[in-house]
């Protein structure tokens, strides 16, 4: 029996009718040349004959008789049927037909009394392509694990035949042999101690309160630029209104080379790029609804911190940025928001990651807390959507032969937090994918065509001959 930490007790304790808790993914993959007509089949039960899943997905939680205290992962059975299903798109297998079934998938909250996993093979996609969606338990893993555990089961080699199972049993031996003894398992904390400390600081440890407090501090220096100052500056917009249970998905494949060659000639990073084109798509849709605030529309930037303990679950941190919905020119778009985020890198790197974990629980506190009570709606929003951004690989990945095409992730939704937004780097693409609810996010798949078209503008206002930006000096360490 294996506790929950206090994080992954958050995500499970946030789990509501609206409001699921579980992450997903949305593969597409191209069938191999020499693919017999069963193809599909056989990947099927070569899933079911080699688990592919590993801890904690072969538990189910278990509820302890006070509820004030975390659950733990116990051994169950999987029915590997219910977990790993089939199915086929109708005719004609477009994009569109794939994204309707897999944001119906994504609706469906998960069976607690099971492991917190489902996998779901989808044949029929047009182009002699297939697609491969899983969804689980935000509790149980975050993006950077996700990313770790798909390419387990992927091969950089396309005649390599080996089950995801296969690989996996073969990447734990390896990890196996090389595992050191691990430290002894401290007493668990109830949610509501955590809670209390985070929020009231009555029993905070000094050395946590001087963590928090000196994290803080840092990102509410710089005025304009100023994280802190930006949260508490975030607008409403129809997005952040109460959510419904329904998804929607909208995905966009974008040129990793051009988004390079823009980042080349700005000095700026593919994030910025990311955050910007963001800011440009929601500018032209909330114009479009006649909604755009006069204030700039805010992103919450996830940061994936390595688990020192190596064990599944969420370590995660992260910033407010504005997007820079205010600014017309895409260009100066894009320099506002490199200002802002190479200063808030710039603070977060004096500061530790056990110190940022802890300033992570407390930005997620009030979000739980909001969400537990049924107010979260109601209160002012600290930031308008999520941004993350993720690199799966450079190289090409294969599986039994199929060629990886474009992964698009899907993630959690907040009650009043109507959208999401993550982009992933895989070879020589960018994906991106939002998240959105089908209410509040009316014809979804408009804002994810604007990001590529923001893409456009972007490179227009960059004018040839342009000359590039002397690099700033690295802070002195």
Request: aromatic residues 6%; contains cysteine.
């Amino acid at each position: 029996m294996k506790r929950l930490g206090v994080l992954d007790t958050a995500f499970l304790r946030m789990e509501s009718a609206r409001t699921p808790m579980h992450v997903g993914g949305l593969m597409t993959f191209k069938l191999p040349d020499d693919a017999p007509n069963d193809y599909l089949h056989r990947l099927t039960e070569r899933l079911r004959a080699h688990p592919f899943m590993p801890f904690p997905f072969d538990h189910k939680l278990h509820w302890p008789a006070s509820r004030a205290m975390p659950p733990a992962w116990v051994p169950a059975e999987t029915d590997l049927d219910y977990h790993i299903r089939h199915s086929a798109l109708p005719y004609p297998g477009g994009e569109r037909e794939l994204g309707v079934l897999v944001a119906r998938l994504h609706s469906h909250a998960m069976d607690f009394d099971r492991p917190l996993w489902e996998c779901h093979l989808i044949e029929g996609l047009e182009n002699n392509r297939f697609a491969f969606y899983f969804k689980a338990h935000h509790c149980a893993i975050d993006g950077m694990g996700g990313m770790q555990l798909v390419k387990t089961w992927l091969s950089p080699d396309p005649d390599d035949r080996h089950s995801p199972g296969e690989r996996l049993a073969a990447a734990n031996a390896e990890r196996a042999a090389r595992r050191r003894p691990e430290p002894p398992i401290q007493a668990p904390r109830g949610l509501h101690e955590m809670l209390e400390r985070v929020m009231t600081g009555s029993k905070v440890r000094a050395g946590t309160a001087r963590d928090i407090a000196s994290t803080f501090y840092r990102l509410s220096q710089g005025g304009e630029n100023s994280v802190i100052r930006a949260a508490l500056r975030t607008p409403r917009t129809p997005f952040n209104v109460p959510v419904t249970a329904q998804r929607r998905l909208g995905t966009q494949l974008l040129e990793r080379n051009r988004l390079s060659e823009i980042a080349h000639a700005t000095d700026t990073t593919i994030n910025d790029i990311a955050l910007s084109l963001c800011g440009g798509a929601t500018r032209r849709y909330l114009q479009e609804l006649d909604a755009l605030p006069d204030r700039p529309l805010t992103a919450s930037v996830p940061i994936g911190l390595p688990r020192t303990d190596g064990k599944p679950g969420n370590a995660v941190s992260g910033f407010v940025c504005p997007i820079g919905t205010h600014i017309p020119d895409p260009l100066l778009r894009l320099q506002r928001i490199h200002s802002i985020t190479q200063r808030t890198k710039e603070q977060m790197l004096c500061v530790s990651s056990a110190a940022l974990e802890r300033f992570g629980m407390f930005g997620i506190a009030p979000l739980m807390l909001g969400q537990l009570t049924g107010t979260l709606p109601k209160w002012p929003p600290l930031f308008n959507v999520v941004l993350s951004n993720v690199v799966a690989s450079k190289e090409r990945l294969y599986m039994m032969g199929a060629e990886l095409e474009a992964i698009y992730p899907m993630s959690i939704l907040f009650d009043g937090y109507g959208l999401n937004l993550t982009v992933v780097g895989y070879a020589d693409s960018v994906a991106v994918g939002y998240t959105g609810c089908r209410n509040a996010v009316p014809s979804l798949q408009r804002l994810a065509v604007y990001t590529g078209e923001a893409l456009d503008e972007l490179e227009g206002a960059l004018k040839p001959g342009r000359k590039r930006r002397a690099p700033r000096k690295k802070p002195q360490s």
